[in-house]
């Protein structure tokens, strides 16, 4: 049944700071968010609990992912470090360098650092220790994102990009799906991955890229939402966007499928009505589904998705 609306926005907690990373981890079901300087790191409970916000002795904070109920990873411009025994006397470890981006599996355990050396760093917990395992990516990865049970990387090949699916955390595996994008994708460096939708975008840009996968066939469209993106997350066959003007807009898989050359028209919008600009944005949907959002004057949101 796919989603109808965005509702209830609500801020559940503030870290007074830019909103740089989000990451969510299924159990426990936890959402995180990193701001940038001051660098602060937010863990709030999706369903019931309490919140904590861990200050941080870093620069900056870039990117976020989590591990387990007690460890995360932040990343700080070209670090990784680990944030240990986050709900009692949380510590911090660098655990990776030479990092350009960072993302965490779902299910936890398991997170992606891509290299500026071209290659990729497996990061895995057992207990409250972080193992760094290094190895070299099948060719030259652009972004890259981790889904329950696949690892999406959209890679440049001669004469444009492609997007890969390899099953697993990492993309070391064969890829079990592969799409050429694109001409126009060449400039999107920011994905957001599902299991029938995802999305490349460019942060300012209103265009942007879908893949669809359906009967175990991709497929590749370009979209203008109409109006700058400064963030975007999929679930099932539903995109969210956050614009530059405060608001987030649905666009359901009926949407999407009718849309032309021209700028769309939102299954639903509403007005945040937080501070500054949506920056970065996931969606749970276990149990209730919700569209979480960070912004750049430093509110953690929750917003309702209720469904048709």
């Known amino acids: 049944m796919p989603y109808k609306s965005l509702s209830a926005p609500r801020r559940v907690e503030s870290l007074d700071a830019d909103v740089r990373g989000a990451a969510a981890i299924d159990n426990p079901g936890l959402v995180a968010m990193v701001s940038a300087s001051p660098a602060r790191l937010a863990v709030v409970p999706i369903g019931s609990g309490t919140n904590k916000t861990v200050n941080l002795s870093l620069g900056q904070g870039d990117e976020v992912a989590m591990l387990s109920r007690d460890v995360a ?3 700080s411009e070209n670090e990784v470090w680990a944030v240990i025994d986050i709900h009692h006397r949380a510590k911090t470890e660098r655990v990776a360098s030479d990092v350009r981006s960072l993302r965490g599996h779902p299910l936890g355990g398991h997170a992606l650092a891509l290299t500026w050396d071209g290659n990729a760093i497996d990061l895995s917990v057992s207990g409250s220790e972080v193992e760094a395992r290094p190895f070299v990516l099948r060719g030259n990865v652009k972004v890259a994102d981790l889904g329950a049970v696949d690892t999406t990387v959209v890679v440049e090949v001669p004469g444009g990009l492609e997007l890969r699916m390899h099953p697993g955390p990492t993309p070391e595996p064969g ?7 694109p001409a126009e994708a060449k400039k999107f460096d920011r994905l957001s991955s599902g299991t029938a939708l995802h999305v ?9 890229c879908l893949v669809t996968q359906r009967g175990g066939r991709l497929a590749t469209k370009m979209i203008d939402v109409g109006v700058p993106i400064t963030c975007a997350a999929v679930s099932e066959t539903s995109l969210v966007v956050g614009f530059a003007d405060g608001r987030a807009a649905l666009f359901d898989g009926a949407t999407l499928d009718a ?9 639903h919008a ?4 937080a501070r500054g600009e949506p920056t970065t944005m996931l969606i749970t949907a276990k149990g209730s589904a919700w569209v979480w959002v960070g912004t750049s004057g430093g509110e953690v949101l929750r917003v309702s998705l209720p469904r048709k």
């Open 73 to 75: 990873l932040v990343r």
């Open 175 to 181: 890829a079990n799906g592969r799409v050429g994008l």
């Open 200 to 208: 490349l975008y460019k942060k300012g840009d209103s265009a942007a």
């Open 259 to 267: 849309a032309g050359s021209g700028p769309m028209t939102p299954t």
């Open 270 to 273: 509403l007005s945040l009505g």
